[in-house]
């Protein structure tokens, strides 16, 4: 469920980021089980109309799929540093 519901989501809200007509297809699908991730691929295609907004593209792409986990209560791990301290207690930070 979570590569068609990243990609309906992609692919409303980059429409308005390419322009008007300039979206051809959004294509999301599961890579590889990482440490502490489930890792995706995504793929873009656009009309050169869009070429302006590329780097706008990019960044949408991040700030949906982010927003998307967000709303669907999806964890994103971040890794985690414990320091040890001089006197020998550990304290987890982040």
Known sequence: ???????????????????????EGVTV????????SLDF???VAVKG???PAYVRLQNAVQRILVETCTEH?????FPQLT????DGKTRPTS
């Open 1 to 23: 469920d979570i590569p068609a519901i990243m990609r309906e989501r992609l692919a409303r809200d980059l429409a308005a980021v390419a322009g008007e007509g300039n979206l």
């Open 29 to 36: 699908e599961f890579k590889a089980a990482g440490p502490s």
């Open 41 to 43: 691929v995504i793929w």
């Open 49 to 51: 109309g869009a070429a």
């Open 73 to 77: 209560r999806w964890d994103i791990p």
């Open 83 to 86: 320091v040890h301290a001089a």
